[in-house]
């Protein structure tokens, strides 16, 4: 590790997907309008929609209706969730700029949330990457990565194997996701020297480590996260999941240090506000609540 921070850092906002979908349903205009506000907070890389069952998730219904709606500026580009090959083929007829494939390392976790084994996932996502292969990039977010909570510790060795292969089947990049937030900076330190820091990482708040677990990737070189407004999220196949890491927390914290996120922070507080209209409650999020600190120093 080098302990010195990067200039700037690339923010995934995994929010309109991983964060709704954790809630009751929102009409498709409100979740439109909601991805609107972070385009214009300056967010570029937005998990817009899942390409799963109706049945199975009704918050994610209308995935093709909502892609259809949003603007296109430059240099946004929108990401959906798929869980197998039709969802990927409707993704991609539906115009998406990148998939997002989970891919569990907890064998019993992966039987749960797709109900298919490790090694089925892993099939399934080298077949959606040689789908997608020179139309859009294919993340495979490797969910579970810091300890399962079926199974417990899982051995970074074991994890970062998974990886590479999946990047030999396809994946043109990886995201590592503390699912329940087993994650702590020391088993981020030892999953990145298994695994290199050209990956991404994806964190919760569970046990009220992420953003520290945030911080520590950073001092050690990564430069690509999730997180979600608002702090929403959390996995329904784990009992006690909590939400994401707030992306407000997450600029918050990045603009203090002086690393670049491209994002406007009372831009995506308003978001933030309005997030708090579509779902009817308070966010997790300490900074919407408290505000940012040279707001308070400033009275």
Not at 267 to 273: M, N, P, Q, T
Request: one cysteine or more; proline letters at 5%.
């Amino acid at each position: 590790m080098s302990g010195s921070l990067p200039a700037s850092v690339t923010v995934r906002e995994v929010g309109p997907r991983d964060g709704l979908q954790a809630e009751g349903p929102v009409p498709i205009e409100a979740r439109v309008e909601l991805i609107e506000a972070l385009v214009r907070a300056g967010v570029t890389e937005i998990e817009a929609a899942a390409f799963v069952s109706r049945k199975a998730v009704p918050s994610m219904a209308g995935a093709a209706d909502v892609l259809a709606l949003l603007p296109h500026p430059d240099g946004v580009r929108y990401w959906a969730l798929v869980p197998n090959l039709r969802g990927a083929s409707m993704a991609l007829e539906a115009g998406v700029d990148g998939l997002s494939v989970t891919v569990s390392a907890s064998e019993k976790y992966s039987e749960k949330n797709v109900r298919m084994s490790v090694a089925e996932s892993v099939d399934e996502a080298s077949r959606i990457a040689a789908l997608a292969q020179g139309r859009v990039q294919v993340d495979v977010v490797i969910s579970c990565a810091f300890g399962s909570p079926y199974e417990g510790d899982l051995e970074p060795s074991m994890v970062a194997a998974l990886g590479q292969q999946l990047s030999e089947g396809g994946a043109t990049s990886l995201t590592y996701a503390d699912t329940t937030g087993m994650a702590t900076p020391r088993r981020v330190a030892s999953l990145l020297e298994a695994t290199g820091l050209d990956v991404g990482l994806h964190f919760h708040e569970t046990r009220g480590t992420g953003l520290v677990n945030a911080y520590s990737a950073m001092e050690a070189g990564v430069t690509r996260f999730d997180s979600s407004i608002g702090g929403l999220g959390g996995s329904p196949f784990a009992a006690g999941s909590a939400g994401n890491v707030a992306s407000e927390e997450l600029v918050h914290l990045c603009d203090d240090l002086g690393i670049d996120t491209g994002i406007d922070l009372e831009r995506l507080l308003e978001a933030s506000k309005l997030l708090v209209s579509i779902v009817g409650h308070p966010v997790a999020s300490r900074v919407a609540v408290a505000g940012p600190r040279w707001r308070r120093a400033q009275e």
